[in-house]
C-alpha cells in the first residue's frame, strides 16, 4: 500500500497552497457574492482510531475542512453510513457551519448494496436553511404507470434474465423448503439468497436518491436576499443508458417544481457521471431535453434560465497549468473526467439571467471570471497541489516528463483513496444589487 503523507509533507502542502490559493482554483471572498460548491469526498465514513490503518486521519479530515471552509455551501456525496467523519468534518470548519445528512441511499434497509449519504455543510452567517428537506423521488402511480406502459418489456426481460428466474426460485421453491424443513426437525442451512442483476432500459426509480434541501442566502447590507432549492446527486455510474435515464427523470422533476412555483431557483450539484467532451453539442442536447419536458413552457410565460457553466472552456483561468489544454474543468484527480457538474435552473433573473449560458458559450452580459463580484466557477486541483508540494516543485505533468508516468500513479495512489479522488467544484453567484426585485420572490 502506497505510504500516507507524513507532518513534513503536509506543512510542505500547507505553504505551498498558502503562497497562492487561487493558482490552485480556490475562490476569493469577493463581497456581495457567494460561492456553492459540490464535493464528493471518496468513502467519507470512519475517523482514524489508535493504531489503525482504516479510516481518515486528523491530518487529512483538517485539510479537508480548510478546503471546505472556502465555501459557504458545499454539497458532499459518498458520506458512508457511518457518520463520524463527516461529522468531523463540520467541527474542524467552526461552529458557525451547519449540517444535514440524508438517510441511507442506494439500498433498502437489511440488504446489501451500494450504501452512501448524501450531505450539505453550510456557513451560517451567509446561508440560512429555510423548511423543505426532500429526497428526490417518483411516486407509487408513477412507477406503476411506467410498468403499465412497458409490461411486455419488463415481462420479457424477467423472463430472459437467469438472475430473475433464480431469485423468483428462492422465494418460490427454496425458501418453503427450508422453511418446512425447519418446523420438521432439520437444522441444516439457510438457502443462499441468489445474486439479482437485471436492468430494464425504463426509468423506474434512482438507484441513489438525490437529497434536496431549502436555503436563503442572506443579503448584505443594502442587498436583498434570494431563496434556492439545492439538490445534491450522485447519479449511477453504470450503463450509459441508466445514466441518462436518470439524469433525464431528474430533469423532469426540477421542471415539476419551477412550474408548481415551489421554488424559483434550483440548483443541481453532484457527481452525475457524465462526460461532457463537446460543450455546443452538450448543452444544446440539455436544452432540447428540457424543452421536450416542457421545461420553457411555465403557466406564467417566464423563461427558464439554464446554466451548466462547468461544460465550456473557463473564461478567465488562472490554474497553472490549466486542468486540460482546452480550458474545460476536469475534476477527477487524473485530471480525465468532468463527471462533477453545477447547474442552475431558474425563473429568477437576478440569478439565472446573470449566470445564463448558451450553446455558444457564457453569457455576456457578465463578465465571467473577469470583473469583481462577477459569476464565477472553479476547481480546487490539489493534485498538481500534492505534486508541486512534494515532487520539487513539479506540476503532474512536469513529473512525468521527468520520471516517466509511473511516477504520477504512485503519487495519485497516494492520496486518491485517503483524500479524495474527486477535487471539489464551486460557481460564485453575486447577490441581488440593492434596486433589484426578484421576478418570482418565491420562499421555499
Known amino acids: 500500500m502506497a505510504s500516507e503523507f507524513t507532518r513534513a509533507e503536509w506543512g510542505s502542502i500547507r505553504r505551498e497552497l498558502a503562497a497562492d490559493p487561487e493558482k490552485y482554483g480556490l475562490p476569493k471572498r469577493v463581497y456581495g457574492t457567494v460561492v456553492i460548491a459540490s464535493f464528493n469526498i471518496r468513502k467519507l465514513g470512519r475517523l482514524r482510531v489508535g493504531r489503525s490503518t482504516s479510516g481518515r486521519d486528523d491530518a487529512t479530515m483538517k485539510f479537508l475542512a480548510d478546503t471546505c471552509r472556502h465555501f459557504d455551501l458545499v454539497a ?27 438517510d441511507v441511499v442506494g439500498t433498502f434497509p437489511g440488504e446489501s448494496g451500494n450504501e452512501e449519504r448524501l450531505a450539505y455543510i453550510y456557513n451560517r452567517n ?19 404507470k411506467t410498468i403499465a406502459r412497458h409490461h411486455q418489456e419488463l415481462y420479457d426481460l424477467m423472463n430472459t434474465r437467469a438472475t430473475a428466474r433464480n431469485l423468483r426460485k428462492y422465494y418460490e421453491v427454496d425458501l418453503p423448503a427450508y422453511r418446512e424443513a425447519v418446523e420438521a426437525g432439520s437444522t441444516r442451512r439457510p438457502p443462499r439468497v441468489p ?18 434541501a431549502s436555503f436563503r442566502v442572506h443579503g448584505h447590507p443594502g442587498l436583498e436576499s434570494y431563496s434556492f432549492l439545492a439538490v445534491n446527486a450522485h447519479l449511477h455510474f453504470g450503463r450509459p443508458i441508466d445514466r441518462r435515464l436518470e439524469a433525464e ?22 457527481d452525475l457521471n457524465f462526460s461532457f467532451e463537446k460543450p455546443q453539442v452538450d448543452l444544446e442536447r440539455i436544452v432540447e431535453k428540457f424543452e421536450e419536458l416542457g421545461g420553457f413552457a411555465t403557466g406564467s410565460g417566464k423563461k427558464v434560465h439554464v446554466s451548466f457553466p462547468f461544460i465550456f472552456p473557463h473564461p478567465r483561468l ?6 486540460d489544454p482546452d480550458g474545460l474543468l476536469r475534476s477527477n484527480v487524473r485530471l480525465t473526467q468532468t463527471y462533477d457538474q453545477i447547474g442552475v435552473f431558474s425563473l429568477d433573473s437576478r440569478v439565472g439571467g446573470r449566470l445564463a449560458t448558451t450553446p455558444e458559450g457564457h453569457s455576456s452580459k457578465e463578465q465571467w471570471a473577469v470583473a469583481e463580484g462577477a459569476p464565477d466557477y472553479g476547481c480546487f486541483d490539489f493534485a498538481n497541489l500534492f505534486s508541486r508540494a512534494l515532487a520539487g516543485g513539479r506540476n503532474l505533468e512536469e513529473l512525468v516528463e521527468a520520471e516517466g508516468s509511473g511516477a504520477r500513479t504512485r503519487l495519485i495512489k ?11 467544484i464551486w460557481i460564485r453567484i453575486p447577490l441581488p444589487r440593492p434596486t433589484e426585485k426578484g421576478d418570482f420572490p418565491v420562499e421555499v
Do not use: C, N
Request: aromatic share 6%; proline share 7%; no cysteine.
Open 76 to 102: 458532499i456525496q459518498e458520506v458512508m453510513p457511518e457518520m463520524a467523519a463527516v461529522r468531523r468534518l463540520r467541527q474542524l470548519m467552526g461552529p458557525e457551519y451547519g449540517l444535514i445528512v440524508s
Open 126 to 144: 451567509l446561508v440560512e436553511r429555510t423548511e423543505l428537506v426532500s429526497e428526490v423521488t417518483t411516486s407509487r402511480t408513477k412507477v406503476i
Open 195 to 212: 445474486k439479482f442483476d437485471v436492468s430494464p432500459d425504463r426509468f423506474v426509480q434512482f438507484i441513489r436518491t438525490p437529497f434536496a
Open 249 to 270: 427523470a431528474l430533469i423532469e422533476w426540477i421542471l415539476g417544481k419551477l412550474r408548481s412555483r415551489e421554488a424559483s431557483t434550483i440548483l443541481l450539484l453532484g
Open 318 to 323: 488562472r490554474q497553472e497549468p490549466p486542468l
Open 414 to 424: 497516494r492520496f486518491e483513496h485517503r483524500v479524495s479522488d474527486h477535487m471539489p
